[in-house]
């Protein structure tokens, strides 16, 4: 469910970042495409500009001229026909610069080029008309009648000269407010996109902020409900152990009260039986003493009754009662180990191992066994007492059973594995059956040549002791070149402890 | 206890009879001579050491020692003591708990009731005659209160 939902948060994301990515290009392109074309209508109105300043120029340049005429008219001095000297020149140019810019408004698709042309070939009338009423005024052959007529053909050259320039001007002032309205237009498009693109990213920071806000929520929610099935799974291990530990105690209890109360009557059989062999010892003394005849076939019986089928009788049921009281105080003393209360205390287990390895050095010595240990064996916090009796078991055990003729080598090792510490105590004795690894851990159960005296309780009872010391004990043999028996206990018993009780 | 004007009976309560057998044959054979008597379970024997009426009035001018058995088959043997400290007429005989449980917890609350003497039962015969006959001699120096 986690994964699904990175999945679709990922696929959201990409789907607007991609939007995004696509609106800002359109901006961008956009501010790119209206900038220029922008820049194509101020190039056009500047032209549009010039066009009408140069006809403003041109008409200006013949209004100088013809003031430089009547200057010198009315002065007759050579100084007025400087200013004319300059308007001509100035003229010329301007008649060129008029022609070149008209033709490249709007590639000369605005203005005509007939109109400049009438412009200019009016403006160049007036030129020439002035020019030569100078010339004539300065050689004298200038009549005032003359000088009226020339006067006023001029005034209604200008005229005409106004009106071309006018028309021209016209059209160039229609260029650059059409290219103004085109501009203004562009860049109300574009304000109108460019809020239209930060709305579409607004909506989508929304938008990727939203998922991004639902993949937490999910995200959350995943871990509660992980947290929920752990405090589950924590609460049932609980109720499991609990369980156990019930059952183990009742267990305990159990052969606690069993083997307490069969004692009782065997009590009775031990002490009876004793009786039974005072009075059995009085009645032989008394049969010996009393003669009798030889032949009566029923002394002959009571002497054989009392002894040999009395005592007999007797030997077997003390026997048989030996055993059993020893079998029931081996349960006895199990359940009591097993209701004893662990003491967990930190414990060098180097040193620890060592000491049982002395409790039963002299074992070692009569059995011609070595006993090693290999490497650093981990520290542990847990119960001496109940380490003690593991270790001494199984050294003995594997003393015990060593294979004749071999030196025995007995290996003891440990490693730390998680929570839990690892111990080995390996031998190279007779071995043991795989069939009958899990039965030598049962109580009172012996494996292979039954040629060592036993009574098959120290297997259970270190098994016992490992499982309160929160671990097991199993056995890896190969039947024939040794034996090791695995002990696995809590690397810490107060923790575990604590967390079964809590 | 010869000396005593009324000889101290020895009140055994204990409900297997192979045990209250053997308990009197090796009291018997320790030397002790005053009279048995045995009960089987805890209500007879409160019916005896209190009387019919368990005011304890039955138990004036008798003067009795007690062997009590923690495991019995109607009640236990600590509701036995704990009646027979809380009276006033008995509640100066001596109790000997003779019993098979050897919890130290059991052991300290029976001392706490008032019990005289714990004594666990060995697990073998021969130590188990041995300790009854002990007894038996300790019982036989054993001076015992006057009740009244």
Do not use: W
């Given at each position: 469910m986690l994964r699904s939902g990175t999945g679709r948060f990922i696929g959201y994301n990409l789907l607007l970042l991609a939007g995004g990515a696509v609106v800002l290009l359109m901006i961008v392109s956009a501010a790119f495409i209206f900038s220029a074309r922008s820049q194509v209508h101020a190039t056009e109105s500047l032209r549009a500009a010039r066009v009408d300043r140069l006809v403003l120029e041109f008409i200006s340049d013949l209004v100088d001229a013809e003031t430089a005429q009547r200057g010198f008219i009315i002065t007759r001095k050579e100084a007025y026909l400087e200013p004319y000297e300059a308007a001509l020149g100035q003229f010329a140019k301007d008649s060129a610069d008029l022609r070149l810019r008209a033709?490249?408004?709007?590639?000369?698709?605005?203005?005509?080029?007939?109109?400049?042309?009438?412009?200019?070939?009016?403006?160049?009338?007036?030129?020439?008309?002035?020019?030569?009423?100078?010339?004539?005024?300065?050689?004298?052959?200038?009549?005032?009648?003359?000088?009226?007529?020339?006067?006023?053909?001029?005034?209604?050259?200008?005229?005409?000269?106004?009106?071309?320039?006018?028309?021209?001007?016209?059209?160039?002032?229609?260029?650059?407010?059409?290219?103004?309205?085109?501009?203004?237009?562009?860049?109300?498009?574009?304000?109108?996109?460019?809020?239209?693109?930060?709305?579409?990213?607004?909506?989508?920071?929304?938008?990727?902020?939203?998922?991004?806000?639902?993949?937490?929520?999910?995200?959350?929610?995943?871990?509660?409900?992980?947290?929920?099935?752990?405090?589950?799974?924590?609460?049932?291990?609980?109720?499991?152990?609990?369980?156990?530990?019930?059952?183990?105690?009742?267990?305990?209890?159990?052969?606690?009260?069993?083997?307490?109360?069969?004692?009782?009557?065997l009590v009775n059989i031990m002490g009876f039986?004793?009786?039974?062999?005072?009075?059995?010892?009085?009645?032989?003394?008394?049969?010996?003493?009393?003669?009798g005849d030889a032949d009566d076939p029923d002394r002959a019986d009571a002497l054989i009754a009392v002894d040999e089928d009395i005592p007999e009788a007797l030997g077997f049921i003390r026997s048989s009662t030996t055993r059993m009281?020893?079998?029931?105080?081996?349960?006895?003393?199990?359940?009591?180990?097993?209701?004893?209360?662990?003491?967990?205390?930190?414990?060098?287990?180097?040193?620890?191992?060592?000491?049982?390895?002395?409790?039963?050095?002299?074992?070692?010595a009569e059995a011609g066994a070595e006993v090693r240990i290999e490497g650093r064996l981990p520290d542990v916090v847990s119960d001496r007492s109940a380490l003690q009796q593991i270790f001494t078991n199984l050294l003995d055990n594997?003393?015990?059973?060593?294979?004749?003729?071999?030196?025995?080598?007995?290996?003891?090792?440990?490693?730390?594995?998680?929570?839990?510490?690892?111990?080995?105590?390996?031998?190279?004795?007779?071995?043991?059956?795989?069939?009958?690894?899990?039965?030598?851990?049962?109580?009172?159960?012996?494996?292979g040549t039954q040629d060592k005296p036993g009574d098959?309780?120290?297997?259970?009872h270190t098994r016992m002791l490992s499982r309160r010391l929160g671990g097991d004990v199993c056995v890896k043999s190969d039947g024939e070149t040794g034996t090791t028996f695995i002990v696995t206990i809590a690397r810490d018993l107060v923790l575990r402890m604590g967390r079964n009780e809590a | 206890m010869s000396k005593e004007p009324k000889p101290v009976a020895i009140i055994m309560i204990e409900d297997d009879e192979g045990h209250a057998r053997l308990?009197?044959?090796?009291?018997?054979?320790?030397?002790?001579?005053?009279?048995?008597?045995?009960?089987?379970?805890g209500t007879?024997?409160?019916?005896?050491?209190?009387?019919?009426?368990?005011?304890?009035?039955?138990?004036?001018?008798?003067?009795s020692l007690v062997l009590l058995d923690l495991n019995l088959p109607d009640m236990t043997g600590i509701d036995i003591l704990t009646r027979l400290k809380a009276n006033e007429h008995t509640r100066r005989t001596?109790?000997?708990?003779?019993?098979?449980?050897?919890?130290?917890?059991?052991?300290?609350?029976?001392?706490?009731?008032?019990?005289?003497?714990?004594?666990?039962?060995?697990?073998?015969?021969?130590?188990?005659?041995?300790?009854?006959r002990q007894l038996g001699l300790f019982l036989s120096v054993m001076q015992i209160p006057e009740l009244n």
């Open positions: 033709a490249e408004v709007d590639e000369g698709k605005a203005i005509a080029p007939e109109p400049v042309e009438e412009l200019i070939k009016l403006g160049q009338v007036r030129m020439d008309l002035i020019g030569h009423n100078l010339a004539n005024f300065r050689v004298g052959n200038f009549e005032s009648t003359q000088m009226v007529a020339a006067l006023d053909r001029g005034r209604i050259l200008m005229d005409q000269i106004r009106q071309a320039g006018a028309v021209i001007r016209d059209v160039a002032a229609s260029v650059r407010i059409a290219r103004a309205a085109a501009m203004r237009d562009a860049a109300t498009l574009l304000t109108t996109m460019i809020s239209l693109g930060v709305a579409m990213i607004v909506v989508l920071t929304t938008g990727a902020t939203l998922v991004m806000i639902r993949h937490v929520k999910e995200i959350d929610e995943a871990r509660r409900e992980l947290m929920d099935i752990n405090q589950e799974l924590e609460s049932r291990v609980r109720e499991r152990t609990e369980a156990v530990m019930r059952t183990n105690d009742e267990l305990q209890r159990y052969a606690y009260i069993v083997s307490h109360d069969l004692r009782a009557p039986t004793s009786e039974l062999e005072s009075s059995t010892e009085q009645l032989t003394a008394y049969v010996r003493r009393v003669g009281d020893s079998l029931i105080n081996e349960i006895l003393k199990l359940s009591r180990a097993g209701r004893r209360v662990l003491d967990p205390v930190p414990l060098d287990m180097h040193s620890l191992v060592s000491e049982c390895v002395d409790s039963i050095r002299q074992r070692f594997a003393t015990k059973y060593l294979k004749g003729g071999q030196p025995g080598q007995i290996v003891v090792r440990g490693r730390l594995d998680r929570g839990t510490a690892v111990f080995e105590v390996e031998d190279n004795g007779r071995g043991i059956a795989e069939t009958d690894f899990e039965r030598i851990f049962e109580l009172f159960r012996r494996a098959g309780i120290g297997l259970a | 308990i009197e044959k090796n009291i018997r054979r320790a030397g002790v001579t005053n009279e048995i008597i045995s009960f089987r379970n007879s024997a409160i019916s005896y050491l209190l009387g019919a009426d368990e005011t304890g009035l039955a138990a004036i001018g008798r003067p001596p109790v000997i708990v003779l019993t098979t449980t050897d919890d130290a917890r059991e052991i300290q609350r029976c001392y706490d009731l008032g019990a005289n003497v714990y004594i666990t039962k060995p697990l073998n015969y021969e130590s188990f005659a041995n300790a009854i």
